[in-house]
């Protein structure tokens, strides 16, 4: 009773979904990452913005950097941002200067970049089909490149475990790579997983992997050699992000929101409640009690979840998101159209036809190892373009 009590506290405080405050970002908001009180936002084509959350009832854009591709996903270091931008590579941005952002450097990578992670003063770029590049930042403004890993499947996710690059390997699962030797990186371990690995992070010994159509599956690797899944929970969306608040794993689940996920037992992990996203829910990092979420064409959605998970251990603070339905309607025929479109150009595979559910983006042409071009599906979900 005095759960329920909070969440009513809570609901009549915040709304039925918890959230705070929006902004509708010019493009489409795909990754976020937390400095300070700003958020800074992979905004697919429209690049980088830099947003104010230190009022998280008003959601401020200060600054932005348009860059030369689309940009996917970012980590912030300091004041500078590690951004991946597709076909452009990895940017170094300095964002100092809020309002005025700045490229420093810039590394074109050979495939498109998706995701990218710090290891010491080494960028770790999940590479699409090139797997993982090793690039040196000792001078950010003059970035090289000391190492690479051909994984089988398509990079789009990675994270770094002390001297371990994770990958998420798209449908060849985890790979755990060894980086004591930066220059001569190599596979130590794999597990395959079940559906697509999209996005990987971790708490202790533990990788959490979001697998797109078969939820989180927590993998233990205390022996790095011999990585083991231990637990696994089934999201009713599509996991294509994941992110830790405190011993809780926070799902970003498509247009299923966030769900958050208790680990306090990793063989068991189990769903406490869920918060409620308009749109596609990319991407996701926390700043204190405050979940900021990538929403694809609905931008960027602040979310308190200290009232809400972190409170409650029952599902009573949890929300239909009525209000935003319309929402997903509108998202939902976006994709339609762009299907119609896209049958023009090619009959998709099984497996794009099954990822383009997303945001509905338009589709891109990508280089096939012959050079000629296809068209892959939408890229809806964040890595259609390098399929």
């Known amino acids: 009773m005095p759960n329920i009590l909070v ?31 700003l958020a800074l936002v992979a905004d697919e084509e429209a690049g980088l913005s ?12 200060v600054g932005f950097l348009d860059t030369s591709g689309l940009a996917y996903d970012l980590v912030a270091f300091g004041h500078l941002a590690l951004l991946a931008d597709h076909a452009s590579g990895v940017w170094v941005v300095d964002f100092s200067d809020p309002r005025n952002p700045a490229r420093v450097s810039s590394f074109r ?14 960028a770790l770029v ?17 970035p090289r490149e000391v190492g690479f890993v051909d994984t089988p499947g398509l990079a789009r996710g990675v994270t770094a475990l002390g001297h371990l690059a994770l990958v998420a390997d798209f449908d060849s699962g985890l790979r755990v790579i060894d980086l004591a030797y930066p220059s ?27 697998d797109f159509n078969h939820g989180l599956r927590v993998i233990d690797l205390a022996i790095p050699t011999q990585p083991r899944e231990v637990g696994f929970i089934d999201t009713p969306g599509y996991a ?12 970003s689940d498509g247009f299923e929101g966030v769900r958050v996920i208790n680990l306090s037992v990793p063989a068991r992990p189990r769903e406490m409640g869920f918060l409620d996203a308009p749109g596609f829910a990319f991407d996701i990092d926390t700043l204190n009690h405050l979940a900021l979420v990538a929403t694809g064409v609905t931008g960027l959605r602040a979310i308190d979840v200290g009232a809400s998970a972190l409170t409650l251990e029952e599902k009573a603070f949890t929300s239909p998101g009525w209000q935003d339905r319309s929402l997903f ?4 025929l976006y994709w339609l159209v762009s299907s119609v479109t896209l049958l023009y150009t090619e009959v998709c595979n099984t497996e794009s036809l099954a990822l383009s559910i997303g945001a509905g983006l338009r589709p891109a042409p990508t280089p096939t190892n012959s050079g000629s071009e296809r068209y892959t599906g939408l890229c809806t979900v964040g890595c259609y373009r390098g399929m």
């Not at 001569?184 to 992070?201: H, I, N, Q």
């Open 109 to 122: 990578t050979p495939a498109f970049a998706y995701d990218v992670a710090l290891f010491d003063n080494l």
């Open 329 to 332: 309607v509108v998202s939902l």
């Open 126 to 142: 999940a590479e699409s089909f090139e797997g993982l590049r090793v690039i040196d930042l000792t001078i950010p403004t003059r």
């Open 50 to 61: 830099v947003v104010d959350v230190s009022d998280p009832f008003r959601l401020q854009e």
């Open 184 to 210: 001569g990186p190599r596979e130590v371990s794999f597990l395959d997983t079940p559906g697509f690995a999209f996005a990987v992070a971790t708490a202790g010994n533990l990788a959490l992997v979001a």
């Open 7 to 37: 969440a009513l506290v809570f609901i009549l405080a915040f709304g039925p979904s918890g959230e705070t405050g929006f902004l509708d970002t010019p493009g489409v908001a795909l990754g976020v990452a937390v400095a300070d009180n």
């Open 240 to 251: 294509v992000g994941v992110t830790v608040l405190g011993s809780l794993a926070l799902v």
